[in-house]
C-alpha cells in the first residue's frame, strides 16, 4: 500500500491540495444552483396555487391536484337531484313562492332557524312510476330551503339509542310557473 507523505510548512499548516480545493468550490457552486433552482420551483408552485399565474402559463412540472371539496356527498346529489341555472325569467315571484312553500309546509317554516331560496332548473329521475314522483327533466323551480328545524325526541321506552341527529333539513321544490309542489325531501 502506498502512502503519501505531507510535508509541512515552517507555520506547521499543511498545504491545501489545489485539486481538493477546486472541486470544493465546484461542490458549493451546484448545491448553491439547486437551492436557488429548489426555492425557483417553490416559489412558481405557490403562485398557481394561490391563482397569480394563470392555468394556460405551462411552466408547472408537477401537476398540482384540483380542490376538491372534503364535504360529503350533498343530500341532494345522494337523493338523485341535480340542479342547473335557468336562463328564462320565473312566472311566480320569490316571495310568491315563499308564501306557497310555507302553506304547503307550516311546521317546517315556523320551525326552521334559517331560510333560504334559489331560482334552479331541476333534474331528478323519478325512482316510482307514479305521477307524484315521476322524473323531472330541466323544469324551471323554486328551491325552498328551511334549515335546521329540530327533531321531536324519539320514545326512550320503544329505542333507547339516541338518535345522532337533533336537526335535519327540507327541501321544497316549486314549479316556477304554476305553483304547484314538485318535489320534498328531509334530510
Keep these: 500500500m502506498k502512502s503519501r507523505r505531507v510535508t509541512r510548512s515552517a507555520g506547521g499548516k499543511v498545504p491545501k491540495n489545489s485539486t481538493s ?3 470544493h468550490r ?3 457552486a451546484v448545491g448553491g444552483a439547486l437551492i436557488v433552482f429548489a426555492c425557483l420551483w ?3 408552485l405557490l403562485l398557481f396555487r394561490l391563482g397569480v399565474i394563470g392555468g394556460a402559463a405551462g411552466l408547472l ?9 372534503t364535504a360529503t356527498v350533498s343530500p341532494l346529489t345522494a337523493a338523485g337531484i341535480s340542479l342547473g341555472r335557468p336562463t328564462q325569467a320565473p312566472a311566480l315571484t320569490q316571495q ?3 308564501l306557497i312553500a310555507s302553506q304547503l309546509e307550516p311546521d317546517a317554516a315556523t320551525q326552521a332557524t334559517k331560510t333560504s331560496v334559489r331560482y334552479v332548473l331541476l333534474n331528478y329521475a323519478g325512482t316510482h312510476p307514479s305521477t307524484a314522483h315521476a322524473g323531472f327533466s330541466n323544469v324551471a323551480a323554486w328551491m325552498i330551503i328551511y334549515q335546521q328545524i329540530p ?3 324519539g320514545d326512550p321506552s320503544a329505542d333507547p339509542t339516541p338518535f345522532p341527529q337533533t336537526h335535519h333539513d327540507l327541501y321544497v321544490f316549486l314549479d ?3 305553483g304547484t309542489e314538485l318535489l320534498a325531501i328531509w334530510v
Excluded: D, V
Excluded at 61 to 69: E, G, S
Design 42 to 44: 417553490l416559489g412558481l
Design 96 to 98: 310568491q313562492a315563499l
Design 61 to 69: 412540472l408537477l401537476p398540482l391536484p384540483a380542490h376538491t371539496p
Design 151 to 153: 327533531l321531536a325526541p
Design 26 to 28: 465546484i461542490g458549493k
Design 176 to 178: 316556477a310557473h304554476s
Design 21 to 23: 480545493s477546486q472541486s
